[in-house]
C-alpha cells in the first residue's frame, strides 16, 4: 500500500447544500472549445472489489448520458478503470450507449489498491492528443500519495480539463483527495450513496451534455428535464 498522507475531516454539509456546491462549480466551468467535432468525456471508475455492489447502477445510468447529449451532436465516451494487482485499462473511444454497457457489463470488480494516479496521467496522454472535455470518476476510497495526484491534478488544471470526482460512501482520504483534484482542476466534487442514484444520474448526463454542448446546451437541458439538472441552468450566467 502506498504511503498515505493525514487527512481532514469531512466539510459538513447535508446532501442538498452538498448538490448545490456542485452544481455551482458546473455552471461556473469554462465552456469546451468549438469546432472539436463531438464531446469527449472520459469515463474513470475504480473497480476493485468495494465497488461491486454499484457496478450494475453505473452500467444503466451510462446509457442515459448518451441519450441526454444526443441531439448535441453526440458524445464520445472512454471507459477507463483500475482493479487488481496493477491493472488499468481503457476502452477505445465510444459514440454510442450500448457499446459502453457491453464493455462495463464485461467488467468483473477485484480486489486492490487505487490507482487514481494512472487515471490522471492518462487524461492528460488524451488530451494532449485531442482535447478533453471533462472527466468524470466514480469511486469510494484513496490509497496514494495524495501530493502527488495534485501535482497531476494541477496539470491537468493547466491544460483545462476539469475533474468531476463522484465519491460514493465516506473515507476521509478520499474525501480530501477527491475535494483537491476537483479544486485543482476547476472541476466539483460530490459524494453520494445509494440512496441517491436518480441525483446522481441527472448530474452525470448533465455533465455529459456540458461535455458536449458547453453552458448553452446546458441551460436548455436543464429547463426540459428540471430537478438538480434545472438547479444548473439558474446558476449558469
Known sequence: MSERKK???????????????????????????????????????????????????????????????????????????????????????LSNSRTLVRHMSAVHCLGGHTQIRKILR???????????????????????????????????????????????????EASLAFRQIARLTGGAYLQFDAHSAAQLKSLLSAVAVYAAGGRRALISYGKRQGGAALQISHQVK
Open 7 to 93: 487527512s481532514l475531516p469531512a466539510e459538513s454539509g447535508d446532501t442538498e447544500s452538498d448538490i448545490d456546491r456542485f452544481l455551482g462549480k458546473v455552471a461556473a466551468t469554462p465552456p469546451p472549445l468549438a469546432g472539436q467535432g463531438k464531446g469527449r468525456l472520459l469515463f474513470a471508475m475504480d473497480a476493485t472489489a468495494s465497488r461491486e455492489p454499484s457496478w450494475d447502477r453505473a452500467c444503466h445510468i451510462q446509457g442515459e448520458m448518451f441519450e441526454a447529449t444526443a441531439a448535441l451532436g453526440g458524445l464520445s465516451v472512454q471507459l477507463a478503470y483500475y482493479r487488481g494487482f496493477n491493472e488499468f485499462r481503457a476502452t477505445k473511444w
Open 122 to 172: 492518462h487524461a492528460i496522454r488524451e488530451t494532449k492528443r485531442q482535447k478533453l472535455g471533462a472527466i468524470v470518476f466514480v469511486g469510494d476510497c484513496m490509497e496514494e500519495n495524495v501530493d502527488d495526484l495534485c501535482a497531476m491534478a494541477g496539470e491537468l488544471g493547466l491544460l483545462k480539463v476539469p475533474a468531476f470526482m463522484f465519491h460514493e460512501g465516506n473515507e476521509k
